[in-house]
T-cell receptor
């Protein structure tokens, strides 16, 4: 299908390791968003891009978290020196443009830090 | 503290009953969206409301945006087991068009 895809779907890593989570948005979508979601809770905004420009990174918890979208399409969320508290579902979404438009969510990456 | 407060957080009802989920804030939003999420899946948009006082209907679901654009409600008539899921409201603040702020969600279980 032509939906948002994320990889890997599941990632188990040891505390202290770096991880990179990938998001492939719907083709042609200008805006790309990263969220973190706890079970049974609403997504928590992390950051978003319009094309390759990072517009807002106010939701990134600390400087171990970073994201990039160098060519305005695929994006990578990187977590350095992972900690157990980083364990969560990380979701990516894309939209035609920011504002009132619908965001299409990917299946998420379940990150477990042991 | 949550910028968007949803209530109730959990709701378990029998098939055929009506229910209302509330999404409240002290802040003004330029638009509010309602999403539904099933286990193992990402949220899927149900509706967007942008005008204060706006009412939108989607089959048995009725969505309302408050006059002051600070709150919204979702009413389901004659709930069915297929309505079971996590319902999320999400808003966009006028000052930050790209940042979607989600409520904490309402988990709905409809028993046959």
């Amino acid at each position: 299908g032509a939906g948002v895809s994320q990889s890997p779907r599941y990632k188990v890593t040891k505390r202290g390791q770096d991880v990179a989570l990938r998001c492939d948005p719907i083709s042609g979508h200008v805006s790309l968003y990263w969220y973190r979601q706890a079970l049974g809770q609403g997504p928590e905004f992390l950051t978003y891009f319009n094309y390759e420009a990072q517009q807002d990174k106010s939701g990134l918890p600390n400087d171990r978290f970073s994201a990039e979208r160098p060519e305005g399409s695929i994006s990578t969320l990187t977590i350095q020196r992972t900690e157990q508290r980083d364990s969560a579902m990380y979701r990516c979404a894309s939209s035609l443009a920011d504002g009132v438009g619908e965001q299409y969510f990917g299946p998420g990456t379940r990150l477990t830090v042991t | 503290t949550q910028l968007l407060e949803q209530s109730p957080q959990f709701l378990s009802i029998q098939e055929g009953e009506n229910l209302t989920v509330y999404c409240n804030s002290s802040s003004v939003f330029s638009s509010l969206q309602w999403y539904r999420q099933e286990p193992g899946e990402g949220p899927v948009l149900l509706v967007t409301v942008v005008t204060g006082g706006e009412v939108k209907k989607l089959k048995r679901l009725t969505f309302q945006f408050g006059d002051a654009r600070k709150d919204s409600s979702l009413h389901i008539t004659a709930a069915q087991p297929g309505d079971t899921g996590l319902y999320l409201c999400a808003g966009v603040r006028p000052s930050n068009t790209g940042k979607l702020i989600f409520g904490q969600g309402t988990t709905l279980q409809v028993k046959p």
